[in-house]
């Protein structure tokens, strides 16, 4: 079965530790990257410490890290900018890698770094981390922290116009309304989770997933302990109840992967590593789903996803 993840930190790992992925000692192995059909974004993020001053550069050299890692292993992996070019990647058997950006800060104010970033091979912006930028707000900031500003909204609508996904993952709740107002484009949640079944402010409430998802965007479930379990004891039992909550709510072209592997410290039981990610669709089948819908949740969402925005 196609597997698409859509949010793993591994180019940070590997960057910040100088490890390379052959002998990478995270959640991510080369060797399970290749293991069947694959598609993953791999997150360039931009860590605070970088902000104010060298989050472009420090961006730069996490986009020369993707392309020297694809290069590195050019049987395992292939570039893919585009629907067309995850499948052509996937039939010879590679896994398509799609490069995401994680935090506005790297666009440092101009919409031509959002435009040399396509170039690069960029197509998704997560437009926040945690706290306010020149975009937007993070969750942290709350719905005092605002919403999209003036520079934000031109970023969406750049992004629109370029074929770019927009992530509202990790924005506060006034910055996600306006993109959904703003954005001609369905938009993705990378990496976020229900509310309802953990009220943790980096997940969707009821109505935000029915908005985004009647707007024909999706989320990836996020595998962090802490966005599934208020306690953190979480099993890969929770990572199926938001599937299955995000099915009941959002309908079943919603939701999708966000593992955050390699981004996370507290994993589920169960699911304490990629190479695991296969073992929900048995549990998916456990639950009772058919084989239609678990294609979807695992796959086929975000492809479609990709197929509508990205061209
Ligand atoms: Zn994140």
């Given amino acids: 079965m196609f597997i698409f993840d859509a949010h793993i930190d591994t180019l940070s ?35 605070p410490q970088y902000y104010h001053g060298l989050a472009l550069h420090r961006t730069m050299e996490m986009i020369d ?16 900018g585009s629907a067309e070019e995850i499948i052509q990647a996937t039939a010879q058997g590679r896994t398509a890698c799609l490069l995401a950006i994680e935090g506005g800060e790297a666009l440092e104010g101009k919409l031509s770094m959002l435009r040399l970033f396509y170039r690069l091979g960029v197509r998704l912006l997560t437009l926040t ?3 306010r930028n020149d975009l937007a707000a993070g969750q942290w900031e ?3 922290g605002g919403g999209l500003s003036r520079f934000g909204r031109e970023v969406v609508e750049e992004m629109n116009s370029l074929g770019m996904l927009v992530d509202v993952s990790h924005l506060n709740e006034p910055g996600f309304w306006d993109v ?17 079944l953990c009220p943790h402010p980096r997940n969707l409430t009821d109505q935000q997933i029915r908005a985004l998802a009647d707007r024909g965007g999706a989320i990836g479930v996020n595998f962090c302990a ?23 709510v959002g309908g079943e072209d919603c939701p999708a992967l966000g593992s955050d592997f390699d981004g996370i410290s507290q994993v589920p039981e169960g699911l304490e590593t990629y190479n695991q ?35």
């Fill in 13 to 47: 790992r590997l960057l910040t530790r100088g490890e390379k992925l052959e002998d990478a000692q995270g959640h991510v192995k080369l060797e399970d990257l290749q293991a069947g059909a694959r598609a993953q974004f791999f997150a360039a993020f931009v860590d």
């Fill in 65 to 80: 890290l993707f392309w020297e890692t694809l290069a590195a292993y050019p049987e395992a992996l292939a570039f893919a």
């Fill in 129 to 131: 981390w945690n706290f």
């Fill in 142 to 144: 709350g719905p005092q």
């Fill in 180 to 196: 959904l107002e703003v954005s001609t484009d369905p938009v993705l949640a990378s990496h976020s989770n229900a509310h309802a």
């Fill in 226 to 248: 802490a966005f599934l379990e208020p306690s953190a004891q979480a099993t890969s039992e929770h990572v199926v109840e938001q599937i299955a909550y995000l099915l009941q």
């Fill in 277 to 311: 990610i296969p073992k929900l669709i048995g549990l998916l089948e456990k639950r009772g789903f058919g084989a239609a819908v678990i294609e979807k949740v695992m796959g086929g969402n975000l492809l479609r996803l990709c197929r509508e925005v990205l061209g």
